[in-house]
C-alpha cells in the first residue's frame, strides 16, 4: 500500500475542474455544495468530482484553463474533441486526468470499434497523467492501455489521507475513493494512477 499524503494547506486548497468537451451541460461553479434542487445541474455523476473539490465543470476547454487547476477531462463521441483539449491542457502544464464519459460495456465497445476512435483513445489514455475508472470495465481497459502503451506504468494501491478525511482506498484490484467532503455527494470511482 502506498499511502500519499497532502498537506493540509493544499488539501484544503485542492480543487478540481471537469471538462466534458463539446458536451451541453452549462458551465456550473461548486463553490460550495448545493442543497438538494438548487442551482444547475445537481452534484451528481461526473459534476460530483467538480463538487466533492468545490471545483468546476465546463464544456469549453478555455474556460477550464482559466480555473488554473487540475482537469479531470470526459473522452466523449468521437474524441476529436477531447483530444484537441487534452493538448491545449498539456500545453498550458495542467494535469490531466481521464475517463470515458460512457462506460457501459456496451457502450466502450461502440465507441472503440473504429479504428480511428481507438487510435486517438489510445493516444490520450496513454499520455494523461491518471485514468478514473467509474464501471470495472473501464478500468480494466485503462488499465490494459496504459500497460501495452508505457510498461511502467502499474497499478498502485493509494490511500490519500488529508484533513477532510480519506479519499482513496484499495478496491479489490482497483481503488475505490469515497469523500465525507460534500455531505456523502461523491461515492465511488476506480482510479489507475501513473507510477
Known amino acids: 500500500m502506498t499511502e500519499l499524503s ?4 493544499t ?15 452549462p458551465q456550473q461553479q461548486f ?12 452534484p451528481t455523476n461526473f459534476h460530483a468530482f467538480a463538487a466533492c473539490t468545490l471545483g ?16 479531470f477531462l ?9 483530444e484537441r483539449a487534452f493538448a491545449d491542457l498539456k500545453k498550458q502544464g ?9 462506460t457501459g460495456s456496451h457502450q466502450i465497445a461502440q465507441q472503440l470499434r473504429d479504428p480511428r476512435k481507438l487510435a486517438r483513445f ?19 481497459i485503462y488499465q490494459r492501455v496504459r500497460t501495452t502503451r508505457n510498461p511502467s506504468t502499474s497499478q ?20 475505490e475513493f469515497s469523500s465525507e467532503h460534500a455531505n456523502g455527494t461523491c461515492r465511488r470511482g476506480i482510479i489507475w494512477q501513473r507510477s
Do not use: Q, W
Not at 6 to 9: L, Q, S, T
Not at 56 to 71: G, K, L, M, Q, Y
Open 74 to 82: 470526459l473522452l466523449r463521441s468521437d474524441f476529436r474533441a477531447s
Open 122 to 140: 489510445m493516444k490520450i489514455v496513454s499520455e494523461a497523467d491518471g485514468c478514473i475508472a467509474t464501471s470495472p470495465e473501464a478500468a480494466e
Open 11 to 25: 488539501a484544503e486548497n485542492f480543487r478540481l475542474t471537469v471538462l466534458n468537451p463539446g458536451g451541453r451541460d
Open 156 to 175: 498502485l494501491p493509494i490511500r490519500l489521507r488529508t484533513n477532510a478525511g480519506t479519499f482513496l482506498c484499495p478496491y479489490r484490484n482497483n481503488l
Open 56 to 71: 468546476a465543470f465546463h464544456c469549453n476547454a478555455r474556460s477550464a484553463i482559466a480555473e488554473d487547476t487540475p482537469v
Open 31 to 42: 463553490h460550495r455544495v448545493p442543497a438538494p434542487g438548487e442551482g444547475g445541474h445537481a
Open 6 to 9: 497532502i498537506p493540509a494547506k
Open 94 to 102: 495542467r494535469a490531466v486526468t481521464v475517463s470515458l464519459k460512457e
